[in-house]
């Protein structure tokens, strides 16, 4: 079973956006429909939207927070996250960077949508530190930090392990990871779309 992680903007102006609400909701929804596991930093925004869309599919979908508090009550009253409807929260007690460097390296695959500096974060540890076979994908014009990833990837001269897929429609780069992913495997996964 694949593990995609989706980070994005948790508050602030891209969270809100309804374009952008939607399209994290589609984004959950179809990495449960294809069988993957979806993995967020068990924050509130756009990577909980995700979940959401996750946890409506009629297939059971494993949605895994990483938080970066040290317990449940931590997690509520200090980061004010949510703790539904995630199959599980794991809490690491890293605080926010911390926590990015356990969610993106726990995953076979990351999405990007919108974001500020937490999802750059996430973006560069991605980038940056990513295995043979680790594939970005990056939600097109959903705006933020996101939208400016190629610029950055450009101007800093250096290359990735990682593949990177950047889309428009959340429901086609899903399908294209997944299948990425099959590739990158050299098999026929056991994860087989529903």
């Known amino acids: 079973m694949f593990t995609v992680g989706v980070f994005g903007s948790a508050s602030g102006t891209g969270a809100n956006e309804p374009g952008n609400k939607k399209a994290a909701h589609s984004l959950g929804y ?74 993106v390296r726990s995953c076979d695959a990351a999405i990007f949508i919108g974001g500020r500096m937490g999802t750059l974060n996430e973006f560069t540890i991605a980038y940056d530190e990513a295995p043979d076979g680790f594939i970005i994908g990056i939600l097109a014009d959903s705006g933020g930090l996101s939208s400016e990833f190629a610029k950055l990837v450009e101007k800093s001269g250096k290359g990735s392990r990682a593949s990177i897929i950047t889309l428009a429609d959340p429901i086609k780069l899903v399908s294209r990871i997944f299948d990425e992913l099959l590739l990158s495997r050299g098999s026929k996964s056991k994860t087989a779309r529903r």
Do not use: W
């Not at 200090?78 to 539904?84: F, I, V």
């Open 30 to 103: 179809e990495i449960a429909r294809n069988g993957m596991t979806i993995i967020t930093g068990a924050c509130n925004g756009l990577p909980h939207e995700a979940v959401k869309g996750a946890r409506e599919q009629k297939y059971t979908a494993l949605t895994i927070g990483i938080s970066p508090a040290m317990n449940r009550e931590e997690h509520v009253e200090k980061y004010q996250a949510p703790t539904d409807p995630f199959s599980a929260l794991i809490y690491t007690g890293m605080e926010r960077k911390g926590r990015n460097l356990i969610s």
